[in-house]
């Protein structure tokens, strides 16, 4: 079955500490986003990559990185530089040239120790 | 910048009633596309439903229809004989052509009563 899959579903990071969290698709997307979500809040966009090999920052991308070294695969890398990671983050992909339909992924509940 | 409002937090209806979440969004561009997304307890992203802003006709899936005021810059939700498994959180999104953000609201928590 295509899909995007994240890992892992729940993750815990120490003070200090950098983590990545897993994000590959089977669909042949082209487009990849990551979207963070807090309690009572809407989705705010991380990072976003049209194609392999570039990205671009959205709303809220300080603190975080990315790499898209392979088309199917888009890891996010919550950095020691975010000072509240805890929230719930979404990967999801796109059809090629437009998002009106995203996919989206299981997500991974981030926690700080 | 776009912005989109809910302004209902939390709404709750009895199973088979019709319920309306409502959503409405700020915008200088003429051309954009709205969508609703459901997320239930999961915590699995559903889309729901999407209207392209050129398009006069109301989008409508099953069940679920929006009523879309262009000029009014809004677009809510109706939910005709409303199921158990609607309980969910519902987040209306817009997004302009050519633009690969997809700006969501803050969502409005419906829960469907037996």
């Known amino acids: 079955d295509g899909g995007i899959t994240q890992s892992p579903k729940y993750l815990f990071r120490k003070e200090g500490q950098n983590v990545t969290l897993s994000c590959e698709q089977n669909l042949n997307h082209d487009a990849m986003y990551w979207y963070r979500q807090d309690p009572g809040q809407g989705l705010r966009l991380i990072y976003y990559s049209q194609i392999v090999n570039d990205f671009q920052k959205g709303d809220i991308a300080e603190g975080y990185s990315v790499s898209r070294e392979k088309k199917e695969s888009f890891p996010l890398t919550v950095t020691s530089a975010q000072k509240n990671p805890t929230a719930f983050y979404l990967c999801?992909?796109?059809?090629?040239?437009?998002?009106?339909?995203?996919?989206f992924g299981s997500g991974t509940q981030l926690s700080v120790l | 910048a776009q912005t989109v409002t809910q302004s209902q937090p939390e709404m709750s209806v009895q199973e088979a009633e019709t319920v309306t979440l409502s959503c409405t969004y700020d915008?200088?561009?003429?051309?954009?596309?709205l969508f609703w997304y459901k997320q239930p307890p999961s915590r699995q992203m559903i889309l729901v439903i999407r209207?392209?802003?050129?398009?006069?006709q109301n989008a409508t899936e099953n069940r679920f229809s929006v009523n879309f005021q262009k000029a009014a810059k809004s677009f809510s939700l109706k939910i005709s004989d409303s199921q158990l498994g609607d309980t969910a959180m519902y987040f209306c999104a817009f997004l302009t052509f050519g633009n690969e953000k997809l700006t969501f609201g803050t969502g409005t928590r419906l829960t469907i009563i037996p």
């Open positions: 999801a992909s796109s059809t090629p040239d437009s998002n009106e339909k995203l996919f």
């Open positions: 209207q392209e802003a050129y398009k006069q």
């Open positions: 915008t200088s561009e003429n051309n954009y596309y």
